[in-house]
């Protein structure tokens, strides 16, 4: 459809023509209070949310987020013109921390999530997994960056967890600091898609994107006490690899993950107790005290942790509390507009 300049990330046959006439493509790479960054294949230009736009909004997940594709209107200095979000293929959110459930867009349209997990004093499985079924279940290809083992003190013991727990992911090593083990991660990355790195706060999130991006962006200094890097980057941006064509962004660390939509995610997380759950006598067994439960006697027979398949209850029951709480959902128009319309481009 296109000559020449292309934003970037961007792909032939992502949209059906159709949807991109109207406006000069562009794609969101970065946010900040008042305004987007948006990339049309020139470099970054400042943008605002069309007033018509932003009127037709219901709710804040609608707002643009960085790794949106857009249909601009240029305009003169400062600000081009939001005029559409293309529809988004993936999206990666988290339920808002609240009394109601909302939903939060963190990133969208990205191909491929690295789960960066630190081997360190604050290593934990069951938050890997997490990470690694919110990532699954955008439907995107996954990956697991594990930095610090330099830190690790039982490497083997925590090695064979991870193995066991998330086995069908590609597991990278890599020392971020040093650059070890980061070619193998580039090699991963694939040319001209959109990478999103994820994990949580500490983990050498940007100083992996530094080593991949030759850039200097601040990182984190380890706090010696609890092991941990500061929280430095605060917000999701989007950077092209040099002499690659990816492109990566980089998040600030998700504290807590709620889940939102796992359903898919809890399926190929946990697929070996689903698969024993097959064989259970009852359809219907909470694979408790039932008798016939083929998963009771893979745990007896030590072929699975009675941790993991507490851990897998855990989920379940938090994703069916979700799942009733999204019932009762307001529908009304949230106060967000008011904060958004203030100096924005009204069309006169
Ligand atoms: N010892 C050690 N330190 C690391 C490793 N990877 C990153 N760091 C350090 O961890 C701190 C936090 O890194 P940062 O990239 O800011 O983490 P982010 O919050 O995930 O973006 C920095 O001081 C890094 O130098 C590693 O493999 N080993
Ligand atoms: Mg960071
Ligand atoms: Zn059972």
């Known amino acids: 459809m296109m000559g020449g300049v292309v934003p970037p990330g961007w792909r032939d046959g992502l949209y059906h023509d159709s949807l991109l006439s109207g406006g000069v ?7 900040s209070k008042h305004f987007y960054w948006v990339d049309d294949g020139n470099g970054p230009s400042q943008a605002k949310i069309a007033g018509r736009l932003l009127f037709k909004m219901g709710s804040e997940s609608e707002l643009p987020v960085v790794g949106d594709w857009v249909l601009l209107e240029h305009m003169p200095p400062p600000y081009h013109r939001i005029k559409s979000i293309l529809p988004r293929y993936r999206k990666l959110s988290r339920k808002v921390v609240g009394k109601r459930t909302n939903e939060h867009v963190l990133v969208s349209n990205m191909d491929q999530i690295l789960v960066a997990h630190s081997l360190d004093a604050t290593f934990n499985i069951r938050r890997l997994e997490r990470f690694v079924a919110l990532a699954t279940d955008t439907g995107c290809e996954v990956g697991v960056m594990l930095t610090k083992l330099d830190c690790c003190d039982y490497l083997d013991e925590v090695w064979l967890a991870i193995t066991q727990s998330v086995s069908s992911i590609p ?18 990355l694939r040319p001209h ?4 790195i994820i994990g949580a706060s500490g983990v050498g999130k940007t100083t992996l994107i ?24 605060t917000r999701r941006q989007l950077f092209q690899l040099p002499n690659h064509g990816g492109l990566i962004i980089d998040t600030p ?6 889940l939102w939509d796992l359903a898919i995610g809890m ?3 946990f697929s070996d107790i689903l698969d024993y759950s097959t064989r259970c006598h009852f359809t219907n067994c909470r694979h408790d005290t039932e008798p016939g439960c083929a998963v009771q006697l893979a745990i007896q027979s030590g072929l699975l942790s009675p941790d993991r398949l507490a851990h897998f209850k855990k989920l379940q029951s938090e994703q069916q509390m979700q799942v009733e709480r999204r019932q009762d959902r307001p529908t009304t128009i949230q106060p967000f507009l008011k904060k958004h319309k203030k100096g924005t481009n009204q069309r006169k």
């Open 25 to 31: 493509l562009g794609r969101v790479v970065d946010q």
């Open 171 to 188: 597991l990278f090593k890599a020392n971020p600091s040093t650059g070890w083990g980061v070619s193998s991660i580039q090699s991963w």
């Open 267 to 269: 399926d190929r997380a």
């Open 193 to 196: 898609h959109t990478a999103v």
């Open 210 to 233: 530094n080593q991949l991006t030759h850039l200097n962006l601040a990182i984190g200094d380890v706090n010696q006490k609890h092991n941990k890097g500061l929280h430095t980057t």
């Open 253 to 258: 660390g998700i504290r807590e993950i709620q």
